[in-house]
């Protein structure tokens, strides 16, 4: 491993001692290239190893390929990109001053605007944009606010559903954890973000995580796997974008929830931020459909699966161990504060972003010609060219991390694990990175950690063991 020096941005200008290298790859024949391409990436290789066998190919960590979606009938759609598969040239991705990012949030294919109000909403936004500037702050305010309220929140609709898990086991062998795991999103990110309670509405209460299921799913069905028997998938669901009215109903029912229910911020929306009603609905249900609700629902199952694996009785009692020597077993003693203290989960929490971040793939179009440098060379970027990264390779750059395949529990710990942070990447920019109205990173990147570290605790609180595995809550041992 090469050893890391400071923390200054990996996309600072390369080294004039770097070779400057011709970008290998090409598209292939028009039309045949990135069928063939989507193909692999979809059904014969699969995401990490179509990226991988081109790396090894070209033995380069830069290269030009296609990614999904394609020719026939998603036609506007250009696929060509050049990959940046290493740390170094994958942080080029997140500096606003020679890339943007208008329209690229899942690379050139963008979703009809019909899906979010006929508007573009601030996720498709650049930052040279006005409109971002207000969308993004008014975002930024939300989390300020809600933080008031987020902890006392968390911890009762963690009661609620580990209650719901609880009740499950004693009736069977195992409790199914996404469908309570996205009420539980639901009802949470509703009350936090919205100041809107969906148990107002029983529909909303018992359907709205199911209503923003479909509406994720049909927008970003020709983007990503679903696990659909081969060639059906390639026909049924990656060949062309699905219409809108298949969801509409469901989506105006729930913007109907936010006009209704979450009065306040969308005043606080108009009055603070000028913004007009319907973009602050519009904003707002994205906020609460795909950052949050969808991100979680990515990311908690993955990491309830690391944390309760079998074979990780060591990680969880070390864990335990934290979080007893720092909070006792008394949620009242559970707080932002409280887990900050808390080395080992927080590491966990990192690890587990590392290794599984919940988007994978990161996009950004060239806004001017310029130089991209990865560890060993330098390629010549033209105006108007889309990079494309895959974090879960790009994570396991063995030049910044050592046994890049391994979970370890203690690699974010210490003066050495903090400087790891500044090559994190998870939430559009490195961990240690600020959000503001002038960069794309997520404006809840800390919040997501911290939450996320406080249910872990709250788990360790409440139990000394826990077994999760294919999807389900096997086994728990109450805290003795």
Known sequence: MIPIMSSAPLSTPAPVTLPVRTIPGSYGLPLLGPIADRLDYFWFQKPENFFTKRMEKHKSTVFRTNVPPCFPF????????????DVKSFSHLFDMEIVEKANVLVGDF???VVYTGDMRVCAYLDTSEPKHAQIKNFSLDILKRSSKTW????????????TTFEADLSKSKEASLLPALQKFLFNFFSLTLLGADPSISPEIANSGYIFLDSWLAIQLAPTVSIGVLQPLEEILVHSFAYPFFLVKGNYEKLVQFIKNEAKEVLNRAQTEFQLTEQEAIHNLLFILGFNAFGGFTIFLPTLLGNLGDEKN??????????????????????????VKEMELVQSFVYETLRLSPPVPSQYARARKDFKLSSHDSVYEIKKGELLCGYQPLVMKDPKVFDEPEKFVLERFTKEKGKELLNYLFWSNGPQTGRPTESNKQCSAKDMVTLTVSLIVAYIFQKYDSVSFSSGSLRSVKKAS
């Open 313 to 338: 009785a060591e990680m969880q009692e070390k864990l335990r161990k934290e979080v007893r020597d720092k909070v006792g077993v008394n949620p009242e003693n559970l707080s932002f504060e409280s």
């Open 151 to 162: 902890v006392p929140t968390l911890l009762k609709e963690l009661d609620t559903i580990f």
């Open 74 to 85: 998603v036609g506007s759609v250009n696929p060509n990109v050049v990959a940046v598969l």
């Open 110 to 112: 963008m979703p009809s």
